[in-house]
């Protein structure tokens, strides 16, 4: 099984951006934990991150036919996007949205989000465990 992790926007700054929220890990930290973590328990992953919307649509369109699943965090854009939103729509890819912090309950405009609507899976406030809980979700539904 092969999964897409993509990040949004900011997070090439974890451990350094509001630690508050974010922790002290660095993005570097978050992939080596992931690498750990998938292959572990044998799943394939790749990475991508970027801090720009279109980007961030090319990367899920590039999953289509290619991969079995996406996390993603889309950062600031989970609360703007439609375009991501309709990206996850267009390739039916199984998705899972992740977020470090508890979106839910910060600020009102970070309740909004255009593409949980298209994931089968929304974590969100478990720290970057959340990638590792949405890695093993799209495993499992794999196996059924
Ligand atoms: C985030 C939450 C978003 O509101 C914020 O804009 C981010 C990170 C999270 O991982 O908690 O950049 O997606």
Same mark, same amino acid.
């Given at each position: 099984?092969?999964?897409?992790?993509?990040?949004?926007?900011?997070?090439?700054?974890?451990?350094?951006? %509001?630690?508050?929220?974010?922790?002290?890990?660095?993005?570097?930290?978050?992939?080596?934990?992931?690498?750990?973590?998938?292959? +572990?328990?044998?799943?394939?992953? %790749?990475? $991508? &991150? +970027?801090?720009? *919307?279109?980007?961030?649509?090319?990367?899920?369109?590039?999953?289509? &036919? +290619?991969?079995?699943?996406?996390? @993603?965090?889309?950062?600031?854009?989970?609360?703007?996007?439609? =375009?991501?939103?309709?990206?996850?729509? =267009?390739?039916?890819?199984?998705?899972? *949205?992740?977020?470090?912090?508890?979106?839910?309950? $910060? %600020?009102?405009?970070?309740?909004?989000?255009?593409? $949980? =609507?298209?994931?089968?899976?929304?974590?969100?406030?478990?720290?970057?465990?959340?990638?590792? %809980?949405? @890695?093993?979700?799209? =495993? &499992?539904?794999?196996?059924?």
């Amino acid at each position: 099984m092969k999964i897409l992790i993509i990040n949004g926007p900011n997070l090439n700054m974890l451990g350094i951006r %509001e630690p508050k929220h974010y922790g002290k890990e660095t993005y570097a930290d978050l992939l080596d934990k992931i690498q750990k973590h998938a292959d +572990s328990i044998g799943i394939t992953v %790749e990475f $991508r &991150q +970027s801090n720009h *919307e279109g980007d961030l649509v090319d990367y899920i369109h590039s999953a289509y &036919q +290619s991969f079995d699943g996406i996390v @993603i965090n889309p950062g600031a854009y989970t609360h703007t996007s439609i =375009a991501i939103l309709d990206a996850v729509k =267009a390739v039916a890819v199984p998705t899972v *949205e992740v977020h470090i912090s508890d979106v839910n309950s $910060r %600020e009102d405009f970070r309740k909004i989000s255009y593409i $949980r =609507a298209a994931c089968v899976l929304t974590i969100s406030g478990h720290g970057t465990n959340g990638y590792l %809980e949405a @890695i093993d979700y799209l =495993a &499992q539904g794999d196996n059924q």
